[in-house]
């Protein structure tokens, strides 16, 4: 039923900065959100799925260039004319449905949402404009008590995980404290140049981790030349300005209560500063009434967030071991979640302030970082159980063999190619099967089927010197009584069940 | 920090047939998914995640509208000027990855994908322009056992789901069959005009359950006029040809063996005719020999499946019991899912052909009927516990209470409101919450806690006539010594438990 014959022939190719994933990424990556989401639950955060596309002008404060609407997302005109866009963030979304859905939501809202974003940006290596955000956010409550429970909640995850209590930590910085130094350097917030003043502090001060209090010094004043030639523009601060800058990002250590009263001393008589301290010490308590204590939350005023919205308290959890790069260093992992409190992000649809506070796991980057620390190790994905068909005019044979397995809750597939048994050996390689079961000529006459243990034929010839002591042994192949197939294929599979598979 | 006063205020709203899903909807999805990703999995099908966005030539060919490129979907230029698209379906992306990795893929290639797709086309009522498909495919064999196994998995994914062995059937045709039924007609395959009449004849073919017998005769006639007074142009059959046709889509019942034997009557001497009945009888003996023989696949000529693409075997899943629709009319609830074997699609790309067969799920219309059914009660979204906070200053407390339920393995939150009591108490039914804990003077004074059972509080309130009598007995509230909260609240929840949910 073909139609008239086309020539054109399309690549087969994906935009860049696309990508696809295969059944090991893509295993691990349901695993991590599988348990993710069960830590959320518990908490009492309840899934939200909103759509992919929303209108541009939802979306259009939250991105980074807001001089180029469009800049960032991919957008496209709906049949109405009007301007839709694939969603930048889990957050635009959320502001748009309670501005939309307010009086009929449960308040305070707890929800969480896992899927795609899109950013319509350049892409690089690691970079890509397609990946998962898993964010939760509470809102419509003031209270601190919600900030603590994020934080709290995503140490619970990272433990979940199988991290350590020394492998990460969640920082907690207060934008209002941080405003109260600007204030007290006098940047105020209403003209037009302190404006840029102070985002110019902001991003010096997030620099800290790559520069080093040095460069941070350079930014905050005249500027810095980087090793490749680049100069960057300083904030223009005089040094007293700076060290006082330099007093609050260093206040941390010791101790949340020790942090909080150092935070108070420098913010002196700044009445906004004093509330940002007076919020924190209230995290500090919660996190305390939460009885996890082993989990690392704490006041760390170098937290600065790059986003612009945020309006009071600020988190990131950052994993704090090393792991090696492509390029063979070892590096600090940094930063695979944050957050903040965003007191004014539904107003701009209602006009009305609605308090929230959210965090957002990248998922992608927190996946690669526990893949690179084996946290992963015992979820690995398994391949099936292949049965060979070793004659073509009699498959139904192997087929039966395959149902037996299944309906005893084997893993199982026939193989289902032209190829010979070489090729079916190797096919079953590539699967990542565990087991493969032969039945050829010499095995149906004896009534039995031969069966190979492929794991423990890989650790076997991974030890074994030469091939020749290998095939002399064999010892990963074994001759089974047909009627016992079943059987002697779960024995073998529990052999290598690793712990938390089942 | 805010910038300049900006008047402009967006509307919160989705575009046309986009939409917000809540918890309830998005867990029962998710635990759906779940199930048959379970099954899946186990015959050995793989997890694989292309891209959402493709190059709109890679998807093109499958577009309901050839002359438009870009109709039905959302399309829009990269920053290179080439034209990208969201996917519009599962397969067209598969066809595409098989294309560029042909090599390093284990062939026979068993895939599952499990995610959203997005039609730009009119919405209308439950018909969105982004849903959810769960597809299951095998690339690279053009081994009937491998549209058997597609179609034994089906049918055990809906047993699994809960439904009975009389409540669906895996209906399955050929559509070389067919195609020797129209040859034998003489609609050759060349010509343009036949071209036309074949897909006019397929899709008269198509009503039978929508139409009935006489109906579909009208459409393979002169054509049909129905109730609203609209005509639809026939294919313009002699009689004989349309007894031809009828005899053919009518050939099923009694058992496969016996409708094989029909067809092969039926197409006599046409070799592409009975080389699709030869196929259609080895189906047969595969799911024979799956050990399922309680699971309904049944060799059906009715079949077509809308899509032009396919090749050979078509097969669809239906749900066969009434379900109530909108006007509280019964109706039959239909296709739920559907597929077929199509080995033109990747040669698109290669030149070459790679034989290949997969079955789609319509996620979101199989859940619907489940949910008609009933067939998922066990796994309705439960709320957390919640811990009210009767005196704000002092909410320390009640977080530690919070953390007690959430340390022992309890879904808990605090009540993060500023509400008193009553707004309280409506805000845990809204949550869905199984139980509420309260504190207040008297309690705390006894060194007491309230527990109110919200479930058993509700199942007495639609018992008891009276709101007197109910008041007097308050059977689901009892005061438990604070120490014995977690144990009582786990108590009270066990109470509750569905079979299936831990």
């Given at each position: 039923m073909a139609k008239k014959e086309k020539k054109f022939r399309p690549k087969a190719r994906l935009p860049r900065g696309f990508r696809d994933q295969f059944a090991a990424d893509v295993s691990l990556r349901l695993d991590m959100i599988d348990r993710i989401r069960t830590v959320y639950e518990h908490y009492g955060f309840d899934p939200l799925e909103t759509s992919s596309i929303e209108y541009v002008e939802a979306l259009g404060k939250f991105l980074p260039d807001e001089d180029r609407p469009m800049g960032g997302v991919f957008g496209f005109q709906d049949d109405d004319e009007q301007w839709v866009a694939l969603r930048y963030d889990l957050t635009a979304p959320l502001a748009r449905l309670v501005a939309e859905k307010y009086d009929s939501l449960a308040k305070p809202f707890r929800r969480y949402q896992v899927g795609p974003v899109w950013r319509n940006e350049k892409p690089g290596p690691g970079r890509f404009r397609e990946f998962y955000q898993f964010d939760a956010d509470t809102v419509g409550t003031p209270l601190m008590a919600a900030d603590a429970e994020l934080c709290v909640m995503v140490a619970e995850t990272l433990a979940t995980l199988g991290l350590g209590p020394d492998e990460f930590k969640v920082r907690v910085n207060n934008r209002k404290v941080l405003n109260g130094v600007l204030d007290a350097i006098?940047?105020?917030?209403?003209?037009e140049d302190s404006y840029v003043k102070r985002l110019t502090v902001l991003r010096a001060i997030d620099k800290l981790d790559r520069l080093g209090a040095g460069g941070v010094r350079d930014l905050l004043g005249k500027g810095r030349l980087d090793e490749s030639g680049d100069y960057t523009d300083g904030a223009g601060l005089e040094p007293a300005q700076i060290d006082l800058v330099m007093g609050f990002v260093e206040a941390g250590g010791g101790g949340n209560a020790a942090v909080c009263a150092r935070l108070a001393e420098l913010v002196k008589d700044q009445s906004a500063g004093l509330d940002g301290v007076r919020e924190l010490e209230q995290i500090a308590e919660f996190v305390e009434a939460?009885?996890?204590?082993?989990?690392p939350v704490e006041i760390d005023p170098s937290v600065v967030r790059g986003l612009e919205y945020y309006t009071g308290p600020v988190y990131e959890a950052e994993l704090t071991f090393e792991v090696t790069n492509e390029k063979g260093q070892a590096v600090q992992f940094g930063s695979v979640a944050g957050g903040g409190r965003y007191d004014d992000l539904v107003s701009r649809f209602k006009g009305v302030q609605v308090p929230a506070t959210g965090i957002s796991i990248g998922v992608d980057r927190l996946l690669s970082a526990l893949i690179a620390r084996g946290?992963?190790?015992?979820?690995t994905h398994r391949g099936p159980v292949v049965v060979l068909v070793m004659d073509q005019d009699d498959i139904g044979r192997y087929q039966q063999m395959v149902s037996e397995l299944r309906n005893a809750g084997v893993r199982a597939e026939l193989?289902?190619?032209?190829?010979g048994m070489r090729a079916q050996l190797k096919y079953a390689d590539k699967r990542n099967a565990p087991v493969v079961v032969i039945e050829g000529e010499d095995e149906r006459a004896a009534a039995q089927v031969t069966l190979k243990d492929l794991i423990l034929g890989a650790e076997l010839s991974a030890e074994i010197e030469t091939s020749e002591e290998w095939r002399k042994g064999q010892p990963a192949q074994v001759a089974v009584a047909r009627g016992d197939l079943v059987a002697q294929v779960k024995e073998m599979l529990a052999r290598h069940t690793p712990a938390g598979v089942s």
């Open positions: 006098g940047a105020a917030v209403d003209a939460s009885g996890k204590a082993n989990q946290a992963l190790e015992n979820f193989y289902l190619g032209g190829s």
